[in-house]
Protein backbone atom coordinates (compact mmCIF):
# COMPACT_ATOMS: atom_id res chain seq x y z
CA UNK A 1 0.00 0.00 0.00
CA UNK A 2 1.90 3.03 -0.72
CA UNK A 3 -0.31 6.26 0.07
CA UNK A 4 -0.30 8.54 -2.48
CA UNK A 5 2.57 8.87 -5.07
CA UNK A 6 3.57 11.87 -7.11
CA UNK A 7 6.45 11.94 -9.82
CA UNK A 8 8.80 13.29 -10.91
CA UNK A 9 9.64 14.33 -7.33
CA UNK A 10 12.30 17.19 -9.00
CA UNK A 11 11.72 18.89 -12.05
CA UNK A 12 13.18 22.30 -13.80
CA UNK A 13 11.99 24.04 -16.62
CA UNK A 14 12.40 26.93 -18.49
CA UNK A 15 9.44 29.92 -18.99
CA UNK A 16 7.58 28.82 -21.48
CA UNK A 17 7.99 25.06 -21.30
CA UNK A 18 5.52 22.66 -20.27
CA UNK A 19 5.15 19.44 -18.09
CA UNK A 20 2.57 17.19 -16.32
CA UNK A 21 2.85 16.02 -13.07
CA UNK A 22 1.64 12.91 -11.88
CA UNK A 23 -0.59 11.59 -9.02
CA UNK A 24 -1.54 8.30 -7.85
CA UNK A 25 -3.60 6.62 -4.85
CA UNK A 26 -3.93 3.26 -4.06
CA UNK A 27 -6.52 3.76 -1.05
CA UNK A 28 -9.45 4.09 -3.80
CA UNK A 29 -10.48 7.50 -2.45
CA UNK A 30 -12.91 9.53 -4.27
CA UNK A 31 -11.48 12.71 -3.81
CA UNK A 32 -8.09 13.96 -5.26
CA UNK A 33 -6.63 17.69 -4.63
CA UNK A 34 -3.44 19.77 -5.95
CA UNK A 35 -2.16 22.09 -3.66
CA UNK A 36 0.98 24.30 -4.01
CA UNK A 37 3.06 25.27 -1.10
CA UNK A 38 5.06 28.76 -0.58
CA UNK A 39 7.44 30.11 1.62
CA UNK A 40 4.99 31.98 4.52
CA UNK A 41 1.53 30.87 2.97
CA UNK A 42 0.85 27.87 3.81
CA UNK A 43 -0.87 25.45 1.51
CA UNK A 44 -3.32 27.28 -1.28
CA UNK A 45 -5.64 24.57 -3.47
CA UNK A 46 -5.44 24.52 -7.26
CA UNK A 47 -7.70 22.58 -8.01
CA UNK A 48 -10.10 19.25 -6.75
CA UNK A 49 -11.51 16.37 -8.06
CA UNK A 50 -14.73 15.75 -5.95
CA UNK A 51 -15.13 11.98 -7.69
CA UNK A 52 -14.53 10.86 -10.73
CA UNK A 53 -15.25 12.78 -13.89
CA UNK A 54 -15.76 15.98 -12.26
CA UNK A 55 -12.97 18.44 -11.53
CA UNK A 56 -13.23 22.17 -9.97
CA UNK A 57 -11.26 25.18 -9.61
CA UNK A 58 -9.48 25.96 -5.97
CA UNK A 59 -7.75 29.01 -4.81
CA UNK A 60 -5.49 29.43 -7.41
CA UNK A 61 -6.37 27.85 -10.70
CA UNK A 62 -4.59 30.53 -13.29
CA UNK A 63 -2.07 29.06 -15.20
CA UNK A 64 -2.81 25.44 -14.32
CA UNK A 65 -5.07 22.48 -16.01
CA UNK A 66 -6.00 19.15 -14.12
CA UNK A 67 -6.82 15.71 -15.40
CA UNK A 68 -8.67 12.82 -13.38
CA UNK A 69 -7.87 10.24 -16.13
CA UNK A 70 -9.43 7.41 -13.32
CA UNK A 71 -10.44 7.09 -10.02
CA UNK A 72 -6.86 6.53 -9.05
CA UNK A 73 -4.72 9.05 -10.46
CA UNK A 74 -4.79 12.77 -11.20
CA UNK A 75 -2.65 15.13 -12.98
CA UNK A 76 -1.74 18.88 -13.42
CA UNK A 77 -0.60 20.27 -16.00
CA UNK A 78 1.38 23.66 -16.82
CA UNK A 79 1.24 24.80 -20.12
CA UNK A 80 3.48 27.72 -20.49
CA UNK A 81 5.34 27.84 -17.40
CA UNK A 82 6.50 30.79 -15.30
CA UNK A 83 8.59 31.99 -12.93
CA UNK A 84 5.76 32.31 -10.64
CA UNK A 85 5.14 28.91 -10.64
CA UNK A 86 7.99 28.32 -8.61
CA UNK A 87 7.28 26.11 -5.56
CA UNK A 88 6.36 22.96 -4.18
CA UNK A 89 3.43 20.26 -5.48
CA UNK A 90 1.53 18.42 -3.39
CA UNK A 91 -1.20 15.80 -4.54
CA UNK A 92 -4.07 14.58 -1.85
CA UNK A 93 -6.63 12.02 -1.49
CA UNK A 94 -9.63 11.76 0.29
CA UNK A 95 -12.54 9.53 0.81
CA UNK A 96 -14.63 12.31 -0.07
CA UNK A 97 -18.10 12.88 0.93
CA UNK A 98 -18.23 9.04 1.27
CA UNK A 99 -15.93 9.52 4.48
CA UNK A 100 -18.33 12.19 6.27
CA UNK A 101 -16.92 15.38 7.36
CA UNK A 102 -14.31 14.24 9.60
CA UNK A 103 -12.22 12.44 6.82
CA UNK A 104 -8.86 13.70 6.30
CA UNK A 105 -6.79 14.26 3.40
CA UNK A 106 -3.99 11.81 3.07
CA UNK A 107 -0.70 13.65 0.99
CA UNK A 108 2.33 12.81 -1.28
CA UNK A 109 6.00 13.81 -0.89
CA UNK A 110 5.79 16.27 -3.12
CA UNK A 111 7.29 17.62 -6.52
CA UNK A 112 9.83 20.48 -6.21
CA UNK A 113 9.43 22.77 -9.37
CA UNK A 114 12.19 25.35 -10.47
CA UNK A 115 10.94 27.99 -13.50
CA UNK A 116 13.74 29.75 -14.77
CA UNK B 1 -14.19 34.63 4.10
CA UNK B 2 -13.31 31.60 6.03
CA UNK B 3 -10.02 31.82 7.07
CA UNK B 4 -7.56 30.03 9.63
CA UNK B 5 -5.06 32.05 11.78
CA UNK B 6 -1.77 30.72 13.20
CA UNK B 7 0.08 32.92 15.31
CA UNK B 8 3.60 32.70 15.24
CA UNK B 9 5.75 31.62 12.12
CA UNK B 10 8.29 29.94 14.23
CA UNK B 11 8.79 28.70 17.77
CA UNK B 12 11.48 27.88 19.82
CA UNK B 13 11.43 25.84 22.69
CA UNK B 14 14.32 23.57 24.30
CA UNK B 15 14.26 20.14 24.75
CA UNK B 16 11.64 19.02 27.53
CA UNK B 17 9.67 22.21 27.61
CA UNK B 18 6.11 22.52 26.48
CA UNK B 19 5.17 23.32 23.25
CA UNK B 20 2.17 25.72 22.49
CA UNK B 21 1.54 26.28 18.66
CA UNK B 22 -2.04 28.48 18.17
CA UNK B 23 -4.71 27.91 15.65
CA UNK B 24 -7.82 29.96 15.66
CA UNK B 25 -10.66 29.56 13.03
CA UNK B 26 -12.78 32.59 11.93
CA UNK B 27 -16.69 31.11 12.04
CA UNK B 28 -19.48 30.82 14.67
CA UNK B 29 -20.50 27.32 13.68
CA UNK B 30 -17.85 25.01 14.54
CA UNK B 31 -15.69 23.48 11.86
CA UNK B 32 -13.88 20.69 11.17
CA UNK B 33 -10.41 20.88 12.72
CA UNK B 34 -7.40 19.02 12.22
CA UNK B 35 -3.72 19.71 12.37
CA UNK B 36 -1.07 18.13 10.35
CA UNK B 37 3.23 17.90 10.47
CA UNK B 38 5.66 18.09 7.91
CA UNK B 39 9.06 16.77 8.47
CA UNK B 40 11.86 18.58 6.28
CA UNK B 41 11.54 17.42 2.44
CA UNK B 42 8.18 15.30 3.44
CA UNK B 43 4.68 15.59 2.39
CA UNK B 44 1.71 16.13 5.30
CA UNK B 45 1.11 13.62 7.91
CA UNK B 46 -2.02 14.05 10.01
CA UNK B 47 -1.47 14.15 13.27
CA UNK B 48 -4.59 14.54 14.98
CA UNK B 49 -8.37 15.40 13.78
CA UNK B 50 -11.35 17.37 16.28
CA UNK B 51 -14.73 14.83 15.99
CA UNK B 52 -16.57 16.38 18.36
CA UNK B 53 -16.49 13.36 20.56
CA UNK B 54 -14.53 15.12 22.78
CA UNK B 55 -13.19 18.30 23.50
CA UNK B 56 -9.40 17.36 24.48
CA UNK B 57 -8.29 15.52 21.27
CA UNK B 58 -5.00 13.27 21.29
CA UNK B 59 -2.74 12.75 18.54
CA UNK B 60 0.48 11.05 17.75
CA UNK B 61 3.65 11.46 19.09
CA UNK B 62 2.10 12.80 22.15
CA UNK B 63 0.52 15.61 20.90
CA UNK B 64 -3.22 17.24 22.05
CA UNK B 65 -5.04 19.65 21.18
CA UNK B 66 -8.13 21.44 22.67
CA UNK B 67 -11.57 22.69 21.32
CA UNK B 68 -12.40 26.06 22.34
CA UNK B 69 -15.77 27.16 21.04
CA UNK B 70 -15.52 30.66 22.84
CA UNK B 71 -12.51 30.87 22.03
CA UNK B 72 -13.01 29.85 18.26
CA UNK B 73 -9.54 27.90 18.81
CA UNK B 74 -7.87 24.53 18.11
CA UNK B 75 -4.24 25.01 19.94
CA UNK B 76 -1.82 22.28 20.16
CA UNK B 77 0.62 21.21 22.73
CA UNK B 78 2.71 18.24 23.91
CA UNK B 79 3.94 18.94 27.28
CA UNK B 80 7.55 17.61 26.72
CA UNK B 81 9.12 18.64 23.34
CA UNK B 82 11.77 16.20 21.78
CA UNK B 83 14.30 16.89 19.02
CA UNK B 84 12.62 15.29 16.68
CA UNK B 85 9.20 17.11 17.15
CA UNK B 86 11.22 19.65 15.01
CA UNK B 87 9.14 20.24 12.18
CA UNK B 88 6.72 22.71 10.43
CA UNK B 89 2.91 22.52 11.82
CA UNK B 90 -0.18 23.12 9.67
CA UNK B 91 -3.83 23.70 11.23
CA UNK B 92 -6.46 23.05 8.72
CA UNK B 93 -10.21 23.54 8.48
CA UNK B 94 -12.91 22.13 6.50
CA UNK B 95 -16.26 24.59 7.15
CA UNK B 96 -19.32 23.25 7.05
CA UNK B 97 -21.24 22.55 3.99
CA UNK B 98 -17.24 22.34 1.81
CA UNK B 99 -15.56 19.74 1.57
CA UNK B 100 -12.65 21.67 0.77
CA UNK B 101 -9.29 21.81 3.75
CA UNK B 102 -8.53 26.29 4.33
CA UNK B 103 -4.44 25.80 5.87
CA UNK B 104 -3.30 28.26 8.24
CA UNK B 105 0.31 29.20 6.96
CA UNK B 106 1.84 26.93 9.70
CA UNK B 107 4.46 27.28 12.36
CA UNK B 108 7.91 26.09 12.06
CA UNK B 109 9.14 24.11 15.38
CA UNK B 110 12.44 24.49 16.43
CA UNK B 111 14.12 22.88 19.15
CA UNK B 112 17.04 23.01 20.92
CA UNK B 113 19.08 21.00 22.97
Known amino acids: NAGVTQTPKFQVLKTGQSMTLQCAQD?????MYWYRQDPGMGLRLIYY???????DKGEVPNGYNVSRLNKREFSLRLESAAPSQTSVYFCASSKGEEGGSYNEQFFGPGTRLTVL | AQSVTQLGSHVSVSEGALVLLRCNYSSSVPPYLFWYVQYPNQGLQLLLKYTSAATLVKGINGFEAEFKKSETSFHLTKPSAHMSDAAEYFCAVRYTGFQKLVFGTGTRLLVSP
Open chain 1, 27 to 31: MNHNS
Open chain 1, 49 to 55: SASEGTT
